[in-house]
């Protein structure tokens, strides 16, 4: 590490060789080959060697892992890949390099290179890909200052704990994330209800479309992730989960809270004669969805993703129907 015999170990000495570690590879696949040892016989098979490959790199194909074990095989069968083998592979691979490039960049990247306007790259990317007349350009740059304000305050008073000196503030990044989540869900709920009067539209209608998608993104792609890498499981748990989640704490502790205040009524009140449909509803699909994916062998296929959306816009046209007609704001 001291590469100047200084006594000294720099912090561009230290990533470099962490970067290039192979001792913190070999400890970062370790416990993913023992997970798919299921028989702790030190060994996997083509199948599973396939399955841990998807785990380290979600992109890994048929053909990678057939020109893998070709490769991997020092001795003994040749259905069968020990963790000397697959570690010494895994290191002196691409997908290695692809991992060690992740690596490198999440190093030298920070919040900060959010803030800078689109490169000269990057519009010649968007111009190919707007065909040239410049479109791609205009949605590069209309994109970037829409969340400027956003990423810049989140840069001045959010630490960027992947830098690896402000590691130490993560508590402080996570208290401070929860804060501004709670800033951004305040201006969007009073915004949403100011442009549903504006419109005319009730704040149910606006709470079951524009408020529910906003605050599903993260979930969304939390599911897009998981499911990708195999975890069909985890993605549709997590979702359940979460609605759970804002059904019992979500809702009841600001409501603790507003009935807490000394000005404040005892009670809230919800103002919707049709919420027990809705609710009952959301019931009934739910026990429809648990059905569908039975019928679909408990998988995750297009064909239930599609019925999943009808069964959505099914949702939302009801409860529709039941708040007409809209009444417009004085």
């Not at 016989?41 to 599973?48: A, E, L, P």
């Not at 040239?132 to 590069?140: E, L, R």
């Not at 499981?233 to 000394?262: C, E, H, K, Q, R």
């Amino acid at each position: 590490l001291d590469k100047d015999q200084d006594g000294k170990v720099t912090e561009e000495d230290f990533t470099a060789w962490y970067i290039q570690s192979e001792e913190k590879i070999r400890k970062e696949v370790k416990p993913i080959f023992d997970h798919f040892d299921t028989d702790h016989s030190g060994t996997i098979d083509h199948t599973k060697v396939k399955l841990l490959l998807t785990k380290v790199e979600p992109s890994v194909t048929d053909d990678d892992v057939k020109e893998a074990m070709d490769i991997m095989y020092q001795h003994g069968s040749r259905d069968e890949i020990t963790f000397d083998e697959f570690s010494d592979w895994y290191i002196h691979s691409l997908v290695y390099d692809r991992q060690k490039k992740k690596a490198e960049e999440e190093l030298t990247e920070s919040i900060w290179d959010s803030v800078k306007p689109p490169s000269f790259e990057e519009e010649e990317e968007e111009a190919s890909s707007g065909g040239g007349n410049g479109c791609g350009i205009c949605m590069a740059y209309t994109k970037y200052l829409l969340v400027l304000p956003i990423v810049v305050v989140l840069a001045l008073t959010v630490p960027d704990v992947r830098i690896p000196k402000f590691a130490k503030y993560c508590y402080v990044s996570f208290g401070m994330s929860i804060v501004w989540i709670g800033v951004f869900s305040y201006f969007m709920v009073g915004w949403s209800e100011i442009i549903g009067n504006t419109m005319g539209i009730p704040p149910v209608i606006m709470g079951l479309t524009l408020l529910a998608a906003g605050t599903s993104v993260p979930d969304l792609l939390s599911s897009v992730i998981v499911a990708r890498m195999g975890e069909g499981d985890m993605a549709l748990s997590s979702s359940i989960g979460s609605n759970i989640f804002d059904i019992l704490v979500g809702l009841p502790v600001p409501w603790i809270f507003y009935t807490a205040l000394p000005s404040k009524p005892n009670t809230v009140t919800i103002d919707s004669d049709n919420v027990w449909i809705s609710i009952f509803v959301l019931l009934g699909m739910l026990l429809f969805i648990v059905f569908v994916i039975h019928w679909q062998q408990w998988k995750l296929t297009k064909t239930l993703g599609a019925m999943m959306l009808v069964f959505y816009f099914a949702f939302l046209v009801q409860a529709i129907i039941l708040e007409l007609p809209f009444e417009n704001c004085n």
